[in-house]
């Protein structure tokens, strides 16, 4: 046994590359997963729901994609998008080689695949779609999301999911205290024990910052 997680920035296990079937954007693909990586078996439910409640995004612009594992989402974003710059982020090295190796096998090169660090301070995004990795625990997760969500656009979305018995609740209530000051969030969506939710940057102030369908 090893105490890799799929957080862990350089992964001990052995990779045991497999090969899956997922679909994506509205198209059937095969790509690769590894062991040491978030869900390697198949596409994880969470993800699955944020891709089918999450509107299309902008044609253009940076997006990002953070905590990408083996790429589900960014390469989703990039399919739809094709003008976009996507950037997938993940402090795991193996998660980012294999959105690379994905991207590259499916002939995406509007994305670039890189660590926190590596995105230039002053990129801005249009869109953040993250199904983000709730079990770093909640001072990890807070700091992760003070650090992107300022870095939404005006008039830009962010999309979360996150499972109510891992505390989306709690988190939706978190947010709309920490980003009151020109943002508002609310709970998008409602499905199989997952929410998804909305984070909008306005750019003025609103009192009217959580709301519930």
């Known amino acids: ?24 954007a509205g198209r059937s693909v095969e790509l690769t997963t590894a062991a040491g990586t978030f869900s390697p078996g198949h596409l994880d439910v969470g993800t699955s729901v944020l891709l089918s409640h999450t509107p299309p995004p ?34 795991n090295e193996r998660s980012l080689e294999l959105t690379r190796q994905n991207a590259a096998e499916l002939g995406l090169e509007n994305i670039t695949a890189v660590t926190p ?22 001072n990890e997760l807070h700091g992760l999301l003070e650090r992107w969500i300022p870095r939404l656009d005006e008039r830009s979305d962010a999309w979360l999911v996150v499972a109510r018995q891992l505390g989306s609740d709690s988190l939706q209530r978190w947010m709309a205290a920490e980003f009151h000051d020109g943002f508002s969030i609310h709970r998008a969506a409602t499905s199989k024990g997952f929410r998804v939710l909305k984070v909008r ?4 102030p609103r009192t009217d910052s959580i709301e519930t369908v």
């Open 58 to 91: 902008p044609p253009g612009g940076d997006f990002l994609d953070l905590g990408c594992g083996w790429g589900p989402v960014a390469l989703t974003m990039a399919m739809l998008s094709p003008h976009a710059r996507v950037w997938a982020v993940d402090v």
């Open 117 to 138: 660090d590596e995105v230039p301070d002053d990129v801005s995004f249009r869109t953040i779609w993250s199904n983000p990795p709730i079990r770093v625990g909640k």
């Open 201 to 204: 940057h306005h750019g003025t």
């Open 1 to 24: 046994m090893t105490g890799d997680h799929y957080f862990s920035e350089t992964p001990s296990s052995e990779a045991k590359p497999r090969r899956i079937s997922v679909t994506l």
